[in-house]
């Protein structure tokens, strides 16, 4: 049995991509039912090889029918799936070893491109997603080349950005995910011990509530390939990123210092929405959508491809798993991350 390596264009699958885009790279099985490449297969070695230059592999008619057979395909990759700590945004474990849901937002809610952990200092490098249900309206996963990205920002708007992004977040159970699940812990002492391993700082505030703040990397250099990527979530922690009545409401409500999450450059000084307005368009210009179909595993190299979802209507079931933590913190040990 031969798998087939091809794109979407010589396929008739429906996509959208900016013009000769080859995202995602797309595998086939040579028949029918055919369980998905285990780690001694050829295709498995042209997996990694295409992350590296592509960016992003999409296998399409494997047999996944279930939680086990996405975890199994991911773990086979050499690497111990990763907990999602420090995490932004709700999730729900579906296994013991780091399967999870995608991000639970409502289903008319649009999550923007982004890189899996951007807004910190460590993340996993390798990300999959596993098709369960796909909607039965919507529900895509875009998919973007981070290099590209970096490439069609302005040079002025990459110089501001370069010292780095200053990350602020204010934990609530009333306005955004509380500390406690952020951080998976009770223990305020377990809370800081993480923050001084990650070089995040914490501050308690008198209603017990947590502020802290982390300078993290706006523009990151590829370990493997060398490759400027563009590497942040700036875009979307930033209070812009909010409808109008909502923000309005949040400053008025908590004053800006005390919204649940914005970003600034690195000396604290405000963004310009327009100048977060200029990153949004060119994401929207490189983003390439494709329909989620029963049974499908998308893998990509986190720090080169960034993801986002589509508004969906009806039930959706997609899962992620990552691995292969990495970090540009000088002392960085991979079960802090």
């Avoid at 296998?59 to 279930?66: T, V």
Wanted: glycine share 6%; with cysteine.
């Amino acid at each position: 049995m031969k798998e087939i390596i091809t794109s979407f264009e010589k396929t008739g699958f429906e996509r959208t991509a900016p013009e000769g885009s080859p995202l995602p790279v797309l595998i086939l099985p040579a028949q029918a039912e055919q369980p998905l490449p285990d780690p001694s297969s050829e295709i498995r070695k042209r997996i990694d090889e295409l992350l590296l230059t592509k960016g992003a592999v999409l296998l399409r008619g494997f047999k996944m029918a279930s939680v086990e057979d996405f975890e199994h395909f991911a773990a086979s990759f050499g690497h111990p799936l990763l907990q999602y700590e420090y995490g932004s945004t709700p999730r729900t474990a579906l296994s013991p070893t780091g399967v999870y849901t995608t991000t639970e937002y409502p289903a008319h809610q649009h999550i923007p491109l982004h890189n899996e952990q951007a807004y910190t200092r460590a993340w996993a490098m390798k990300a999959w997603f596993g098709c369960l249900i796909a909607a039965q309206e919507g529900g895509e996963t875009p998919i973007a080349d981070s290099r590209l990205i970096y490439q069609r920002v302005p040079e002025a708007i990459r110089k501001r950005f370069e010292p780095g992004i200053l990350y602020v977040r204010n934990y609530s159970e009333e306005f955004d995910v509380p500390w406690q699940k952020v951080f998976n812990t009770d223990s305020k002492e377990k809370v800081e011990a993480f923050c001084r391993q990650m070089s995040i700082e914490c501050e308690w505030k008198p209603d017990g509530d947590l502020r802290t703040r982390q300078l993290c990397q706006a523009v990151e250099t590829h370990p493997v390939t060398g490759e400027k990527v563009w590497f942040n979530q700036a875009h979307l922690f930033h209070i812009s990123n909010q409808a109008p009545e909502v923000r309005e409401t949040l400053e008025d409500l908590l004053g800006i210092e005390n919204v649940p999450r914005n970003t600034y450059f690195a000396d604290g000084s405000p963004i310009p929405d327009e100048m977060l307005d200029k990153v949004r368009a060119i994401l929207d210009s490189e983003t390439i959508k494709f329909p989620w179909m029963f049974g499908d595993v998308m893998v990509l190299d986190n720090m080169l491809a960034a993801h986002a979802r589509t508004p969906f209507k009806g039930s959706r079931k997609i899962l992620v798993a990552m691995a292969e933590p990495y970090s540009n913190l000088p002392n960085f040990r991979a079960e802090a991350a």
